[in-house]
């Protein structure tokens, strides 16, 4: 059974930064795909980045390239998302997702088959 648990998140204020965590279970992490993606109230959910973790490739939304980055520990099937530079656009609960076919690992939530629960990032002074 594929899990997904994120931690990390909570209130910042603006400029400051934030590691999210995503543990995975339940699956290899070959031929994978590991996405992170954010939602805000009235918003739809907007894909922030993903890596692949055979190869360590990761893509970023413009909205967050160069603020955020993408790492990982395959060993401990552990990902985490860096932010920096953050401001209150930023604010939204943050989803890590899982995608088993890592041959088209793209920035839409509709690739992505199984999820975490998200956890809530708050950027405010």
């Known amino acids: 059974q594929v899990q997904l648990v994120e931690s990390g998140g909570g209130l910042v204020q603006p400029g400051g930064s934030l590691r999210l965590s995503c543990v995975g279970s339940?699956?290899?992490?070959?031929?994978?795909?590991i996405g992170w993606f954010r939602q805000a109230p009235g918003k739809q959910r907007e894909g922030v980045g993903h890596i692949v973790p055979g190869s360590g490739v990761t893509i970023y939304a413009d909205s967050v390239k160069g603020r955020f980055t993408i790492s990982q520990d395959n060993a401990r099937k552990t990902w985490y998302l860096q932010m920096n530079s953050l401001k209150p656009e930023d604010t939204a609960m943050y989803y890590c997702?899982?995608?088993?076919?890592?041959?088209?690992?793209?920035?839409?939530?509709?690739?992505?088959?199984?999820w975490g629960q998200g956890t809530q990032v708050t950027v405010s002074s």
């Open positions: 339940g699956f290899t992490v070959s031929r994978t795909c």
């Open positions: 997702a899982l995608d088993p076919d890592n041959s088209r690992c793209d920035l839409q939530a509709r690739s992505y088959a199984f």
